[in-house]
């Protein structure tokens, strides 16, 4: 599968950011789909994940009620919505597909986007 992340930016803290993750390759609704995230110098870390119809979904316990993942299957898509971004929020984020919503490991998923940038300011 291709995934092509976009909506990464500079933010200040305090700030939303809402980042898309479109799918071309495998059908998307079969899968579930999810996030990771990694800063300079630490090891790439899970975010969230959501399985294939949305029903169940997984966040890592320090963006629980902070970040919102969603998925859109009839447009292919997905989505984690970012509120009040903190600077410890930086990172590359990477959308991920094709493994088991609850698992975190990395080597859990198969398909990876090339990552977007999320910068917060302080």
């Known amino acids: 599968a291709q995934l092509v992340e976009s909506g990464g930016g500079l933010v200040q803290a305090g700030g939303s950011l809402r980042l898309s993750c479109a799918a071309s390759?495998?059908?998307?609704?079969?899968?579930?789909m999810g996030w990771f995230r990694q800063s300079p110098g630490k090891e790439r870390e899970f975010v969230a994940a959501?399985?294939?119809?949305?029903?169940?979904?997984s966040y890592a316990d320090s963006v629980k009620g902070q970040f919102t993942i969603s998925r859109d299957n009839a447009k292919n898509t997905g989505n984690l919505e970012m509120n009040n971004l903190k600077p410890e929020d930086t990172a590359v984020y990477y959308c991920?597909?094709?493994?088991?919503?609850?698992?975190?490991?990395?080597?859990?998923?198969?398909?990876w986007g090339q990552g977007t940038q999320v910068t917060v300011s302080s």
């Open positions: 991920v597909l094709g493994g088991t919503f609850w698992r975190r490991a990395p080597g859990d998923w198969g398909s």
């Open positions: 390759g495998r059908t998307f609704s079969n899968y579930s």
């Open positions: 959501i399985n294939w119809n949305g029903a169940r979904i």
